[in-house]
């Protein structure tokens, strides 16, 4: 198990996504519904790994959902026989673009995108029993 070092993942730590789901998702979800939102928001993961970014947001919000789901402060229950390999399956396609991925300037010295994204599932699969059904470089 390899983590990804605090200076690297420091300032890269999820609060966007983190906000998006509390004071959005949430919200939407005991308004229209918790199974509607739900879907739409696990439709919305898939959707969005089109791309290296995407990758990147889908596993962040992937991952936040996880604690919250844990702590008992998130309305869902995610399924998880297809969604984690979907998502390992989007990771290791835009691998390569991963590595380039820079979201704040000097990421690519650390290749901070793809650390802390593997990192995320490396953590979910020991601390949270997630079964990515591949195997994780």
Excluded at 26 to 43: M, N, R, V
Excluded at 125 to 133: E, K, N, R
Aim: with cysteine; proline share 4%.
């Amino acid at each position: 198990m390899y983590s990804t070092p605090a200076h690297i993942n420091d300032d890269m730590l999820p609060t966007d996504h983190c906000e998006l789901l509390k004071h959005a998702l949430y919200p939407l979800a005991h308004e229209y519904g918790i199974t509607y939102i739900q879907d739409k928001f696990e439709k919305a993961l898939q959707d969005m790994c089109t791309d290296a970014l995407g990758v990147f947001c889908a596993h962040q919000c992937f991952y936040i959902e996880m604690i919250n789901e844990r702590e008992n402060s998130s309305p869902f229950k995610f399924e998880l026989d297809w969604l984690p390999k979907y998502l390992a399956t989007s990771f290791l396609r835009e691998a390569s673009a991963l590595h380039a991925l820079e979201i704040r300037s000097g990421d690519l010295l650390n290749n901070r995108s793809y650390k802390v994204v593997l990192s995320g599932m490396r953590i979910l699969a020991s601390d949270y029993g997630i079964d990515w059904q591949v195997t994780l470089p």
